[in-house]
């Protein structure tokens, strides 16, 4: 789930944000598939992980219209803004708690709403990750139930990108072209995360969003 929200940012400020959203659908799609396959005996009972997943791809539906009709500044706006959000709900850390009954009746509108992140900016993280860490998820069962939302999320920003013409044949060709470093960066980063302490590597990537939310937004202006 870091992928998206560190590329996304650089793709757009040298590219375009449908560039850097339709880059990621194959990534996003192949990469999730194979950490489902591996957790799939940790995706949660219940119906929680599937209402989120139906929600996120609503939500990634009309995310993928407005991504076609928004003005280029303000989607790069919006963008450096759900980065920040991050940054700052990092920082903060707030202590959110949500009861399973209660997460699994806002698993819809949440997932919808992250959705709709995912499909006009290419970034969910500030939303989809903090409902999931506030219903204080096992670390597998984490992931599972993130992967089934990406899942969702790809499957139908991929047909519905193509049909309104952002999806290209040569931007699919390089889409799937980036699955390849994208799993050895996978590789690399589980390696990484056994031998360096957690809290230097996520001070690292914010370090890095930071920069990225600030030009991007500077992008804007000048």
């Keep these: 789930m870091g992928a998206p929200l560190l590329a996304v940012p650089v793709l757009a400020l ?12 194959m990534p996003n799609l ?11 005996s940790s995706i949660p009972k219940g119906p929680l992980a599937w209402l989120f997943a139906a929600g996120g ?3 990634a539906l009309i995310g993928s219209f407005a991504l076609e009709g928004l003005p280029t500044d303000f989607l790069k706006l919006t963008v450096a803004g759900i980065v920040a959000a991050y940054i700052l709900a990092r920082l903060l850390k707030p202590a959110l708690a949500i009861a399973p009954q209660g997460g699994t009746l806002l698993a819809g509108p949440v997932g919808t709403f992250a959705g709709f992140l995912q499909g006009a900016a290419g970034i969910s993280a500030p939303i989809s990750v903090t409902f999931l860490s506030a219903l204080h998820l ?6 599972a139930t993130i992967a089934i ?15 309104i013409g952002l999806l290209d044949g040569q931007t699919l060709i ?3 072209a980036a699955i390849i470093p994208l799993l050895a960066g996978m590789r690399l980063g589980d390696a990484i995360i ?3 302490k957690p809290i230097w590597f996520e001070r690292a990537i914010i370090s890095v969003l930071v920069l990225m939310a600030l030009i991007l937004g500077g992008s804007v202006w000048i």
């Design 138 to 143: 096992q670390r597998q069962p984490f992931i």
């Design 194 to 196: 056994q031998r360096a």
């Design 174 to 176: 390089l889409s799937c």
């Design 149 to 163: 939302f990406f899942i969702a999320l790809g499957l139908v920003q991929l047909p519905t990108l193509v049909l």
């Design 30 to 40: 192949v990469s999730n598939a194979q950490q489902l396959f591996q957790y799939r």
């Design 57 to 59: 791809g609503l939500g």
């Design 14 to 25: 040298f590219f375009s944000v449908p560039f850097a959203v339709c880059m990621f659908v």
